[in-house]
């Protein structure tokens, strides 16, 4: 990874990029929070890891741009 390379969305991040409201985009991000703790993973309220997001918006796996 790349040291400027962000780890995390935000619910303003993601209202930006997919053209919605931010509370949309919170709804979003609590959804993909609840299915990576049903995963077993931790997650931090309020924000999505880019890579599962990617993976779960776009179908993308190992992104890497």
């Not at 935000?10 to 609840?34: C, D, V």
């Not at 077993?40 to 599962?52: A, D, E």
């Amino acid at each position: 990874m790349r040291e400027n390379e962000k780890i995390y969305i935000t619910a303003k991040e993601l209202s930006e990029l997919l053209g919605i409201s931010i509370g949309h985009a919170y709804k979003i991000i609590h959804q993909m929070n609840e299915e990576l703790t049903k995963a077993g993973y931790l997650v931090i309220s309020g924000k999505v890891p880019v890579r599962y997001f990617e993976k779960r918006w776009y179908g993308l796996e190992g992104v890497n741009t």
